[in-house]
């Protein structure tokens, strides 16, 4: 007669393998290290390409006021510029205006030796001021629509307070459970 082999099975918990506890606690460690690092990885990132001279960084922001670019940029648009090496006829870049003291952003549409010649896309003139280089706050890199706006907010008080409170709320109330003492019962 013949013998049929009928498999056994084996009950889930006996068929995984479980780490010691001194591998587990590392594993748990090199994962923190790295969340870590990459953590720190994002922020020196942030930094690099988004900190403003006042704080050692080459990113400038400005908000966008008027009509004179229409329509490429809107009034109340958030840029970001940044310092090139060169800058060259058609580029949008941001320069301080000893006229009116403040950052004017048009278009260069000339350049006559250290000379730029600037205008507004939806101007008919050119801007008076003829700025030098070291006058260049940077070019255009990019652009949030209405995003001067949020900024515009972050001046009112009651806001940056609401703001301020949220983040206390979350940074104090989302840390870790207490571990309780070995040898005290669940």
Known sequence: M???????????AE???FA???????????????????????LAAAWWFLAPPAIGG??????????????????????????????RVGDIVGYRSPLIHRVVLHRIVAIHGKHYVFKGDNNHFTDPDSPVRKQLVGKLWFRVPQGGRAVAALHVPWILAAIASVFVLVIGLGGRPSRKPEGVPR
Request: zero cysteines; charged letters at 25%.
């Open 15 to 17: 068929r995984t393998r």
């Open 2 to 12: 013949a013998q049929v082999a009928t498999p056994t099975f084996r009950k889930p």
């Open 58 to 87: 080459s990113t400038s922001f400005t908000s966008v006021d008027g009509i004179s670019m229409l329509p490429k940029l809107r009034s109340s648009d958030l840029v970001a510029l940044r310092p090139a090496d060169t800058y």
């Open 20 to 42: 010691p506890p001194g591998k587990l606690r590392l594993r748990g460690r090199a994962r923190r290290i790295a969340g870590a690092a990459a953590t720190i990885a994002l």
